[in-house]
């Protein structure tokens, strides 16, 4: 499912205009986003914690040449789905 397939659907559960829900959906995922930029974490309950990982630097190996390589260390999101989420997932 994509962003306008979500937004379409809510459209259809909420009768909210489309153009409110896609200004909406973007207003979501912005904060969030904003959010995980400055290191923290967002948690919507009965659904997940969006959160920010560290990666430590290190070195690997490009596979087409062995050569070795430094990775600098970086930051990854990462995503825990609530109970909620893991039952209904699950058909609990």
Known sequence: MNKVEIINEIVKKTDLKKKDTEATVKA???VISEAMAKGESVQLVGFGTFDVGTRSARTGRNPKTGETINIPAS???KFKA???LK???NGK
């Open 75 to 77: 930051k990854s999101p």
């Open 82 to 84: 609530g109970k909620a």
């Open 28 to 30: 979501l995922v912005e």
């Open 87 to 89: 039952d209904k997932v």
